[in-house]
């Protein structure tokens, strides 16, 4: 079993930073393949990012290359997802998720653990 859990959500004006973090526990933390989803008001949940144990392979969706950075320390049991130039649209509760694979996993089937979300909300 792994345990999840995020931070550093809130509300943010347009254009502004936010950093989220996941800590893990229970498990090998470097061994497991991370990524991040969101899921707003009325919408699907949707994948953010994805990176590979040893954070040597990201994957980005569209919307939030260039503006968002995910990445790990694997001693510290965390990854983070930092989030520049905010937008109203980013407005979602974001889910840290693991599944344990050496590979990039970008499908939300794919996990096996999740977080119980944060929530972070961009005002115009």
């Known amino acids: 079993q792994v345990q999840l859990v995020e931070s550093g959500g809130g509300l943010v004006q347009a254009g502004g930073s936010l950093r989220l973090s996941c800590a893990a526990s229970?498990?090998?933390?470097?061994?497991?393949?991370m990524g991040w989803f969101r899921q707003a008001p009325g919408k699907e949940r949707e994948f953010v990012a994805a990176?590979?144990?040893?954070?040597?392979?990201?994957h980005y969706v569209d919307s939030v290359k260039g503006r968002f950075t995910i990445s790990r320390d694997n001693a510290k049991n965390t990854v983070y997802l930092q989030m520049n130039s905010l937008k109203p649209e980013d407005t979602a509760v974001y889910y840290c998720?693991?599944?344990?694979?050496?590979?990039?996993?970008?499908?939300?089937?794919?996990?096996?653990?999740w977080g119980q979300g944060t929530q972070v909300t961009v005002s115009s």
């Open positions: 990176i590979t144990w040893s954070g040597g392979t990201i």
């Open positions: 229970g498990r090998t933390f470097s061994s497991y393949c």
């Open positions: 998720a693991a599944e344990e694979s050496f590979g990039l996993e970008l499908y939300q089937y794919e996990y096996d653990y």
